[in-house]
């Protein structure tokens, strides 16, 4: 079982819909949790950055944690095209000793 | 913000020679990464450094080596670069020694072994 799985995708959904982008994980040491965006021939952006539990809310964005089941989500509402990325979820233990990446899921928000 | 700046964005080399990636933060964090970055495999680390002079290798290091001599660069080196080694190469930094802060990445080189 790898580390940190997350749905490839693609996922395609049309303008103003709410988008759920999750990931799970098998490592109970893992405390922080982050969720980057990247674009097209860019490096990965930082958008949402939680410890432990519950949720986060930045904008039309919104970062949820639940430990218990080891899964993490990302909601975006109202969904723009420019909104398309890659989406890669992250997870670190208390001292960043083991730092994995998801491997990500692409999204197209279409007009 | 954190600006972390890689000296290439696409680079073109032939196979044998020696090929230098170059990063450079402007934040004056300890630690610092190189991943590349392939479809289907996402992000993998190479090597990384957790301060100047200091390195640790990470989940794929054979065929690189790496160069800290000032705490704002990190170098990624192709000793003798081969086609399996075209890919997108990320740089990134993090603030703290031992550290749960995110990390902040570049845009990134996309290198071709020819």
């Known amino acids: 079982q790898k580390e940190v799985e997350q749905d490839p995708g693609p996922l395609s959904v049309p303008e103003g819909a709410i988008v759920s982008l999750n990931c799970t994980y098998s490592?109970?040491?893992?405390?922080?949790f982050m969720w980057y965006r990247q674009y097209s021939r860019k490096g990965p952006e930082l958008l949402m950055y939680?410890?432990?539990?519950g949720n986060k809310e930045d904008g039309r964005f919104t970062a949820q944690v639940d430990k218990s089941s080891k899964y993490i989500s990302l909601f975006i509402r109202d969904s723009q095209p420019s909104d398309s990325a890659t989406y890669l979820c992250?997870?670190?233990?208390?001292?960043?000793?083991?730092?994995?990446f998801g491997p990500g899921t692409r999204l197209s928000v279409l007009p | 913000d954190v600006k972390v700046t890689q000296s290439s964005r696409y680079l073109v080399k032939r196979t044998g020679e020696k090929v230098f990636l170059e990063c450079v933060q402007d934040?004056?964090?300890?630690?610092m990464f190189w991943y590349r970055q392939d479809p289907g495999l996402g992000l993998r680390l190479i090597y990384f450094?957790?301060?100047?002079?200091?390195?640790e290798k990470g989940d794929i290091p054979e065929g690189y080596s790496v160069s800290r001599e000032k705490k704002e660069r990190f170098s990624l080196i192709l000793e003798s670069a081969s086609t399996n080694q075209t890919s997108m190469y990320l740089c990134?930094?993090?603030?703290?020694?031992?550290?749960?802060?995110?990390?902040?990445f570049g845009d990134g080189t996309r290198l071709s072994i020819l």
């Open positions: 934040m004056d964090h300890e630690n």
């Open positions: 450094s957790y301060d100047v002079k200091m390195k």
């Open positions: 992250a997870m670190s233990d208390n001292y960043g000793q083991n730092f994995v």
């Open positions: 490592n109970s040491a893992f405390q922080y």
């Open positions: 990134a930094s993090r603030s703290g020694f031992s550290s749960n802060q995110p990390q902040h």
């Open positions: 939680t410890y432990s539990s």
